[in-house]
């Protein structure tokens, strides 16, 4: 396995509307990317979700994407995601990234406005391989998204 560095720099990311704390920084293995996962926080310092972003480029950041979140129930249609996501991006493009994926099932139109308000352009909605870490028998066609950073 290649050596892989984090940057201390990105232990906190924050803007107008959120802060990122970092949870893990882990290194994964021949399947998951090293990767940085966080809290997400709102402005009145409530717990609103999680984003991971994972650095490198194999068959499952294809599939699986670059970057992962969860808006809780009650914090959802806030913009966070969004918000978060565009934080983290900012760390590909500092681990010298030049695209990265982003992924969800098909039904989930959310994600897929998140991804277009973030100028990822949809390259394909394809059946996940079976050689995919996160596949499983009956699992819905995934959208997958570029964009360039």
């Known amino acids: 396995m290649q050596k892989f560095t984090f940057f201390k720099k990105f232990n906190i990311l924050a803007n ?3 802060t ?6 882990n290194m994964g293995d021949n399947a998951i990317l090293p990767f940085y996962y966080y809290s997400i926080f709102d402005k009145r310092d409530n717990h609103a979700g999680y984003i991971s972003v ?3 480029n194999n068959i499952h ?24 996501a565009t934080l983290v991006i900012e760390i590909a493009k500092a681990h010298g990234m030049a695209k990265i994926y982003l992924t969800c099932t098909q039904s989930n139109i959310a994600s897929c406005k998140i991804f277009e308000k973030l100028s990822a352009k949809k390259i394909e909605i394809v059946k996940i391989p079976k050689e995919c870490f996160f596949y499983r028998e009956g699992i819905e066609m995934y959208c997958i998204y570029e964009l360039e950073l």
């Open 16 to 18: 107008d509307k959120i």
């Open 20 to 25: 990122l704390r970092i949870l893990e920084k």
């Open 54 to 56: 994972r650095i490198g």
């Open 61 to 84: 950041s294809y599939y699986n994407g670059h970057v992962g979140f969860e808006v809780f129930d009650g914090y959802q249609g806030n913009g966070y995601a969004y918000e978060a």
